[in-house]
């Protein structure tokens, strides 16, 4: 990951007690106590603006605690910390909402599922379970009967509790009023057209210009994580299609991914000819619906329509040779699924030319529109400094001149070998996002093309055990997603289980940022920026 | 040209021979009634029927085609459908104001639709200030969706009649414009009267440059009285879900939709009649051959060939562009159409006064 | 003067998106009419719709599918038969259930079988009314 020696004697000379162990990818412990000043120092000295993963970890004897990913978005250097809190009753840690925006949401995740109190946070609500869930599931000792099917509507608590460390060191729990008592709050969502699934706003209006948006996840929470610990590595395969369900492949991709790095299998150029153009495939369908469902969001039904039918051929292609249209079960461990279908080759090249004469269509309708650019245009502004501390990676964040491309930062796959060009916009409105995505699918449509002939010969799936255990350790890895960085964590302890397994979810700093961007704009904007963002909930709700 | 006027005063001249003039005159009211509830309802199936297949048509889809012949029994199968769900009546909702919206807005559709000239002697409502009545009639239907969202007690259905009345109270401004160009060139208020000006020309070329504009204000305009895309947004699905309807259901919800689509139709009806010369058929000045032609197909196949041809011009606009944002919409109106068109009411008026139209 | 040419150009581009949107009215539609054209409608050969087992004796029932499965979909009853000339006992398949409702078509047990004798076919008309149902016997002949 770089060149990380520099930076790793560095922090080991500001912060002595940081332990560094070499298990997996590698990560600095530090104590809880300094932990706060270590991150400061990183955040501010060393300029890591980027909070790539926060994740809850419950460690057993060493306490509960978080991994933290970071990077720095002008050098590109990587590091990992940890950090836990030996007192499993009431674990207590710094929290660093204030240095990267992003670990807001991520902190509350870490909150609901490991009970961690992250002291100073303002907000230290539940982010996913319902207010009155028992117990904290992810912890390893978590009872799983304390929690019997709950018939009773959820009351939900309309204060944020925040908690604060006194000097002799016990807690005090503070509230805040999230709405005042005359403010004309609505709910959007969860059952909304244009919420793109369950989630809910909390929108608080003033005639129609929006004052504050509080974003309520975990309708659709599966628990997907926590399954994971209770499945073996191919088991763990099949529920990455169900998160993203736009972004199948490049899920699965990622986590076969990691797997196959702590495994130290290397894969084939056949099969990463195939993963590469699998994702731009995906990354095509995910585009296409992006704007069908943005511009059906803005009342232009029948570009909806367009953008299906075309996105239907993209879906033909994949269901020829996975099976799935959806679902895909591609990608396994060392390999995919199946080879290529003989008639693939044949078909993603009339695709390619069928989808360059379609774009000029969709330019035409709705690119150009002057109601479509005066909706877009200037709406729903995230700046650069912004799009980086909440880490909305993707079109967003490149909407917002940030170069977020894993496929450039970190290549992959075939990336590093493929000319093309990361699309980056200034603006970071609403219609920069939007032509970011559109953008992107000639990109897309770019790789597959330097691709597509050149497809080697060779397996599609290397020697992999019956049994896979992986080596003690933790991984990271990542890639490109449709909708931004998707990451997996996981840390093994040698069992054919893994022992903790994390999702980056693309979609929830994308949720974060929507109470910033969307403040004093009217509801339809609200609308359109919730369409251009492009969430997908089953990502967010993991 | 046939006219129905002979028939209507032949049955008239039957009931007076039977009764007295009083009690025929209540009893024709009666039947006229029952004939345009009638009328209203056909119509009302044709344009939904019509909706869902050229919506279609735009969308590459075939839409309904399972139900009938090309699915045409499809609508008539929704409309029992709706007339036998239940009607859903709100908690801590205005009760009385809930139920009697629905009605306002049907009595304000059904009032600007017996004001449509549909042939010769086809006329119900026709006086010498028609084009006024016709104004005031359609515009009580605003005080029927203000109440229905004010009415249901929920925060969507608010603001969408909020958004709903800023929105029709603005743009009667600019249908008023524009109609009031081509009564600037007629010098008559009287429908009947204005479709018979034209039988040597429709408007729409007599008037050329200013009259082109004012049917070009009068359909944006128009199609935002109805608010229909792409100014929907009292209704707008993606952000308020139905809007001021949200909370209705069952026939009261049908009535809004039904009063949807007869707007719709009425404000056709009403571009047919004063820019395309109503039910009078094309006539060219100079070639009688033809002129006896075209009068001899009837004068409400005219009509409705005219309206339902703008109606579609309509779905076509609506089933292209996004929706506009509620201060789009304002601007839209003022900054733009009511300038535009009191600017083409004082070139019209020139176009009178120096008689360069046709 | 911006003001005229604003409005000229907003109109240009609202009659560049109707232009296309006439076109596709006239354009060939693609609704399929489904439960017409089934005769014609053929999925393609490698489309996951349910698990079969094509020939039933090839399973060895030696259980790696059940273990297989995340969710305990396969189900699978064995008997020990003796067999007659050799005298040795062998695991043999009674039942083989499936329970459709509960697969998530991830394909380890495809994948575990050591003798293909399941794999996924086609068939996507899946719609029955009650749960149970959707268990089903692949070894039935």
Redesign the interface.
Known sequence: MGNNIDIKEKLAAFEPSAEWSDAGDGMFRIPAASFRKTAEYLRYNEGFDFLRSLTGMDWGEDGLGCVYHLENTSTGENIVLSTADKDRENPALPSVYDLWKGANFNEREAYDFFGIKFIGHPDLRRLFLRDDWKGYPMRKDYDMSSNPLNMENEVSDDDAPSYEMTDDGSYILKRHPLFEEEE?V?NIGPQ???THGVLRFKVS?EG?TIKKIDAHCGYIHRGIEKLCET?TY??T??FTD?LDYLGAMQNRHALCMCIEKALGIEVSERIQYIRTIMDELQRIDSHLLFISCL????????V???GF?DR?KVLDIL??????RL?Q?YN?IGGV??DI?PDFVRKVKDFIGYMRSKMN?YD???T????????LVGTGVLSREDAISFGTTGGTGRASGWACDVRKRHPYAMYGKVDFKEITFEEGDCFARYMVRVKEIEQSLNIIEQLIDNIPEGEYQMKVKPLIKLPVGSWYSAVEGSRGEFGVFIESRGDKFPYRVKFRSTGLPLVACVDTIAKDV????L?AIGGTLDYVIPDIDR | MFDFGIITNWIHTQFTSVMSEPLAIFLECVIIGVCLLLLYVVVAIIMIYMERKVCAAFQCRLGPDRVGPWGSVQVICDVFKMLTKEIITIRHSDKFLYNLAPYIVIIASVTAFACIPISRGLEILDFNVGVLFFMAASSIGIVGILLAGWSSNSKFSLIGAMRSGAQMISYELSVGLSILTIVVLTDTMQFSEIVMRQADGWFIFKGHIPAVIAFIIYLIAGNAEVNRGPFDLPEAESELTAGYHTEYSGMHFGLFYVAEFVNLFVISSIAATIFLGGWMPLHLPGLDGFNAVMDAIPGFIWFFAKVFFIIWLLMWIKWTFPRLRIDQILTLEWKYLVPIGLLNLLLMVIVVVFKLHF | MGYIKGIFHGLGSLLTGMKVTFKEFFTKKITEKYPENRAELKMHDRFCGELTMPDPDKCIACGLCQMACPNGSINIATEMVTDPETGKSKKHLVTYEYDLGSCMFCHLCVNACPHDAIRFGTNFEHAVFTRSKLVKTLNKR
């Not at chain 1, 511009?295 to 029948?302: F, P």
């Not at chain 1, 269901?319 to 799935?324: D, F, L, P, S, V």
């Not at chain 1, 150009?368 to 909706?375: F, S």
């Not at chain 1, 009217?522 to 904007?525: E, L, N, S, V, W």
């Open positions: 004309y609505i909304h057209p244009a209006l129609e499945s191919p088991q395969l099949g169900r511009c059906q969001d803005m009342g232009a039904l029948t909806f329509f367009f039918r239907e269901e020829q040779t996975t099976g799935g679902i079960t396994t699924q199946a279908h269509e035409e309708i709705f150009g529109n002057v109601i479509a650019r005066q909706r009217k509801i339809a904007d609308i």
